[in-house]
């Protein structure tokens, strides 16, 4: 279980997380939702250690991740634009990132294949696509079998095959013992994946529940209309 | 953290610049060695050469690498990675392959023509003056956050030590004529780096008579084995402390 408690973080004079809270429990799925710039991947940086928050306290399985690295173990991440080293091959960046992972023996090579990665093994970093990037990340996110999840838009930039084959390891890796943290923008795949919505407006959070319970609350069948309503209603609470 | 500088090893190397930096380097000590038939003397005009060229090209060299492996960071630090390991495994990659560098292009060939302690001087004080600088463009490039920047800021370092600096030196000898300075030079000396390695080289050859009062002031302290030592010390003081301020720094950066 990973604790967020009160995490506030200033880029200067842009407050980018106000005094945020949240708790991602086991088995479960959580749908990161907000405007661009509202703070998502502010906050997937601060559980990852590579934003360190002004204040407030993260801690994952009850210990604070503060100056700690070994947590990570149970991570794994999938940026929103991956950036590799330019001169390696994707085989190279492959068996560089197992040889430092040594310890880790349960390696999950199906995104690999399931891409077809392997076959282009001998491709520099520099000469792929943003899409093939995005394939090689999310291959290397579920690469060392984490209990921990997080994707930052992990659709985005895929062709329609490669997003059927992303989202159908998504939920076949579901289960109690992991959690997930998706954000994106194609809120129709949210709906599909994810099981709880947290909604970021401006640095704060304004929704954090089942999905279930806010489409019952709002009305609505579609996450996406669902989500419109809480954007509407948070937008009147700033005039009024 | 073996691993890692292993791998920033290999991608050094990959680029070619540090081989065409060694091979440069080692042209012009050749060709200093045959234009000069005394050793002492190429030596010295070696000595002047490196001593721009050396921390030039250390710690412009050491900007742009970290900023071109900014990627790489980014992606060790998503990974169960000590940030400590990634800062000081870069910084041992980046001094071992300029150190490799400078020994092989300036310490191989000047043994063949001359095997004296000035030139086991030489090559000590190069490679320290290499860390020095690989160091200082650490900070550099930690402070700032774009790669245009870290290069003005680096390039002002060099400035600053190897031109700058000197021209204030002298304002303040030339201002202050008329009371004994010595020991104030000394002190002076120390906070520059370049300074430091020049002067090691200089009393070794012996040359030291040509600088006056002063000149047998310095010989008087670093011809002695404790001025050598309080040399090589403030050389190493020089790497440590930029270094351990980037290290800092780095712990805290946001990525």
Request: include cysteine; charge should be positive; aromatic fraction near 10%.
């Amino acid at each position: 279980m990973i604790s967020v408690s009160k995490i506030e973080k200033r880029f200067g004079a842009l407050d980018v997380l106000k005094s945020i809270s949240a708790n991602f429990e086991m088995g479960r799925s959580y749908a990161l939702i907000g405007p661009n710039g509202s703070g998502k991947t502010t906050l997937i940086k601060s559980i990852l250690g590579m934003v360190v928050p002004d204040s407030g306290r993260i801690e994952m399985d009850g210990e604070s991740i503060k100056g700690k690295w070994s947590y990570r173990q149970k991570i794994g991440y999938m940026p929103q634009i991956g950036r590799y080293p330019d001169n390696m091959t994707i085989g190279q960046l492959f068996s560089m990132m197992k040889d430092l992972r040594s310890d880790c023996k349960a390696i999950d090579e199906e995104l690999i294949e399931g891409f077809g990665l392997d076959k282009i093994m001998s491709k520099r970093m520099h000469t792929l696509s943003g899409g093939t990037r995005q394939k090689v990340s999310a291959a290397l996110a579920f690469l060392f079998n984490p209990k921990v999840l997080i994707l930052d838009e992990p659709t985005a930039g895929l062709d329609p095959l490669a997003v059927e084959v992303i989202k159908e390891k998504i939920l076949t890796e579901m289960g109690d013992s992991k959690i997930f943290i998706i954000t994106s923008h194609i809120l129709s795949d949210l709906d599909e994946l994810s099981s709880h919505a947290l909604y970021l407006d401006n640095g704060s959070l304004i929704y954090n529940d089942s999905i279930a319970l806010l489409k019952e609350e709002t009305g609505e069948i579609k996450l996406g209309k669902a989500i419109a309503t809480i954007m509407r209603r948070n937008q009147k609470n700033v005039i009024v | 953290m073996i691993k890692i500088a292993k791998y920033v090893l290999l991608d050094i190397l990959r680029n070619r610049f540090v081989i065409l930096y060694t091979f440069f380097l080692f042209l012009v000590t050749l060709s200093m060695f045959s234009l000069e038939g005394n050793s002492d003397k190429a030596i010295l005009s070696l000595l002047n050469i490196i001593l721009m060229v050396v921390p030039l090209v250390s710690i412009i060299f050491t900007t742009i690498h970290f900023f071109n492996s900014y990627e790489f960071i980014e992606l060790l630090l998503s990974q169960p990675i000590n940030r400590k390991a990634i800062f000081l495994s870069e910084f041992s990659a980046v001094s071992i392959a300029l150190c490799l560098a400078y020994v092989i292009g300036v310490g191989v060939p000047v043994t063949l023509f001359s095997q004296g302690m000035d030139t086991v001087y030489l090559i000590i004080s190069g490679m320290l003056l290499t860390l020095v600088f690989v160091a200082l463009a650490f900070c550099a490039s930690v402070l700032t956050r774009d790669k245009a920047k870290g290069i003005g800021v680096s390039l002002l370092f060099w400035f600053y030590f190897t031109l700058i600096y000197d021209g204030f030196v002298l304002y303040v000898i030339y201002a202050f004529n008329d009371y004994p300075l010595d020991k104030v030079t000394l002190a002076l000396v120390s906070l520059n780096p370049v300074d430091l390695a020049r002067i090691i080289i200089l009393l070794k050859l012996d040359i030291s008579a040509l600088m006056g009062y002063t000149g047998a002031f310095y010989k008087q302290f670093f011809g002695s084995s404790m001025g050598i030592i309080y040399s090589f010390v403030f050389l190493l003081i020089w790497a440590a402390l930029p270094l351990s301020i980037s290290l800092r720094k780095f712990l805290k950066k946001d990525i």
